[in-house]
Nanobody
Framework: QLQLVESGGGLVQPGGSLRLSCAAS????????IGWFRQAPGKVREGVSC????????RNADSVKGRFTISRDNAKNTVYLQMNSLKPEDTAVYYC?????????????????WGQGTQVTVSS
């Protein structure tokens, strides 16, 4: 069964950092773009960061530019989201997803397989 698994979420104070991981099995990891999305209570799921299949190009939402960095290690079938300078408005459930193509996009329509999500809470 195709599966994506997120980890690394938790409670952090404003200004702190977290690193999320997305691991997968049962497909050729290096053939697909991977995206990170988030969904806060009462809000739509929004794209945060994504990375092309070979890691050569990334895209970030304006709200996280300069604070979040996405990277991937295809040998380990893992994608990371380093989140720095966290703000209370970053609080959400974070999901990783497998893209339909090698090139990434920040809209959820470009993804077909999703993880279960990991909670990130930024609060003092």
């Amino acid at each position: 069964q195709l599966q994506l698994v997120e980890s690394g979420g938790g409670l952090v104070q404003p200004g702190g950092s977290l690193r999320l991981s997305c691991a997968a099995s049962r497909f050729t990891w290096g053939n697909y773009a991977i995206g990170w999305f988030r969904q806060a209570p009462g809000k739509v799921r929004e794209g945060v960061s994504c990375i092309d299949s070979d890691g050569a190009k990334t895209r970030n939402a304006d709200s996280v530019k300069g604070r979040f960095t996405i990277s991937r290690d295809n040998a380990k079938n893992t994608v990371y989201l380093q989140m720095n300078s966290l703000k209370p408005e970053d609080t959400a459930v974070y999901y990783c997803a497998r893209g339909l193509l090698r090139q990434c996009m920040l809209h959820k329509s470009g993804y077909d397989t999703w993880g279960q999500g990991t909670q990130v809470t930024v609060s003092s």
